[in-house]
């Protein structure tokens, strides 16, 4: 009876870090689709209007929720009082949904916006874009493999677990 | 002004001048890269010794002015000045990015002009009666010396005696328009014009704002003056500013002195609030 309560436990241990692990991709790429949304605001903010970085933040924040909209409230609320040093635009860009590769292709962009005449900006806009599509092609492409694997992989090693321990 | 002053100026220059300064007597602080700062209490400049304005300083504070958002401010810097809350106006100089043939903004910036502006309520029996009896009004005197500050008190006083008075603020300097939000009251019945060229606004703004009065600052060559001249024709009233320091040089001048064949009163200042002499060019002189 032990032994079944106790693989039933480990089943259901490996199965939720499975569902974990999928759960981390998904976020991943929700976390850089947001930030491709948030360039195009950008993209339409500065060329249209020539709106300042705090309104285009505050407009694009008013519109949804999740780990990309926490971090860029927190780059806004700096980037309205002050004017953000290397460090504090890193920390606020410290996700754990980013590879090293992504942490240092946003903490350079968002230490940079703002700091350029129209034309420099827009450039920096387009290369930020197609490194960005490149990144969410490739973290597309792991969800669907990798991220819809882990489950199905954590219940199987669970049900393995539980069989070998009957 | 203080506030705005504090997030505007890096705080360890910040806190020099906080200690050293009379905030309600400040007009100007000047960072230039690698120069010690200076500042003016009414006019007076001062320096701070062994406080030096680096690059990063220069940087920060033009960062602050723009919002972190330099991208938007690409003609200002060409034209040389920013805006920042409050009507504080920024002088900028740096070396020139030219496209297409035209200077298209700054870069490498090694000076800033914080200009910090007043309201001052002018108790002078002089300008009383210039509001009173009001007619074309020309301003002149030497920058610095408080034209624009006796322009936005004429302008308050006179929409306050329900004038529709039109301010054409092409530089944000007059109403301190930053984002939309006036931060200078300039009466009930003031039109404000923000960052529209004055040769323009002076033909659009004339028809469709229908003013009693138009306020300009710093008027500038002669296509102002054209502009100046048909809205007169037109039975607008005109009050104005402009840089001399004597109504001679401004007689002497083949383009200013057309002014005064329209204009009744010019208004000389020697210091804030503190006005020379009034002419009214119909022959009385106060």
């Keep these: 009876m032990l032994k079944f309560a106790i693989s039933g436990v480990l089943c259901f241990i490996s199965a939720y870090l499975g569902i974990a692990g999928k759960n981390y991709y998904d976020k991943r790429c929700k976390y850089l689709r947001d930030f491709d949304d948030f360039l195009s605001s950008l993209r339409d903010g500065i060329s249209y209007a020539k709106d300042k970085l705090p309104q285009i933040g505050r407009k694009f924040l008013s519109g949804g929720k999740g780990a990309f909209y926490n971090n860029l409230e927190e780059y806004i609320c700096l980037a309205e009082s002050c ?4 460090e504090q635009v890193n920390k606020c860009f410290d996700s754990k949904y980013l590879s090293k590769f992504d942490k240092v ?21 387009d290369l930020t874009e197609s490194q960005l599509k490149k990144t969410l092609e490739k973290a597309e492409k792991e969800r669907k493999t990798t991220g819809n694997l882990l489950p199905k992989l954590g219940l199987v090693l669970g049900i393995a677990i539980m069989i070998i321990l009957a | 002004m203080e506030m705005l002053l504090s997030k505007l100026i890096p705080i360890s220059l910040f806190n ?6 009379d905030f309600n007597l400040l007009t100007e602080v000047r960072m230039r890269l690698e120069k010690p700062l200076y500042y003016a209490e009414a006019g007076k400049y001062k320096r701070i010794d062994g406080l030096i304005v680096s690059k990063d300083d220069l940087l920060y504070t033009l960062g602050v002015a723009t919002k972190t958002s330099l991208y938007a401010y690409d003609d200002y810097l060409a034209e040389g000045f920013i805006t920042y809350d409050g009507g504080i106006r920024i002088g900028i100089t740096g070396e020139g990015v030219i496209k297409n043939g035209r200077l298209s903004t700054l870069k490498n910036i090694t000076s800033l002009c914080i200009r910090i502006p007043r309201y001052v309520k002018i108790h002078n029996e002089k300008v009383d009666c210039l509001i009173n009896k009001f007619d074309n009004t020309l301003i002149i005197s030497k920058p610095g010396y408080g034209k624009t500050t006796l322009l936005r008190y004429m302008i308050k006083s006179l929409s306050d005696r329900e004038y529709n008075t039109l301010v054409l603020d092409e530089r944000g300097e007059l109403s301190g328009v930053v984002d939309g939000k006036l ?7 003031t039109d404000v014009v923000v960052g529209v060229p004055k040769i323009t606004a002076y033909a659009s703004q004339v028809r469709s704002m229908r003013p009693d009065v138009i306020a ?6 002669e296509k102002e003056i054209e502009c100046i001249l048909d809205c007169i024709r037109c039975g607008v009233k005109v009050i104005a500013t402009l840089h001399s320091d004597e109504i001679s040089k401004v007689k002497k001048s083949p383009i200013y002195s057309r002014l005064l064949s329209d204009f009744r009163y010019v208004v000389s200042i020697i210091g804030i609030g503190n006005i020379d002499r009034v002419v009214d060019l119909r022959g009385n002189y106060a």
Excluded: A, H, W
């Excluded at chain 2, 020099?16 to 300064?21: A, F, M, S």
């Design chain 1, 83 to 86: 004017n953000p040093t290397q």
């Design chain 1, 105 to 125: 292709m946003l903490k350079d962009f968002f230490f940079q916006l703002g700091r350029y005449d129209y034309d420099t900006q827009i450039s920096r806009l």
């Design chain 2, 16 to 21: 020099e001048l906080y200690r050293k300064v």
């Design chain 2, 183 to 189: 931060s200078i009251d300039l009466g009930s019945c």
């Design chain 2, 216 to 221: 300009t600052d710093e008027i500038f060559g």
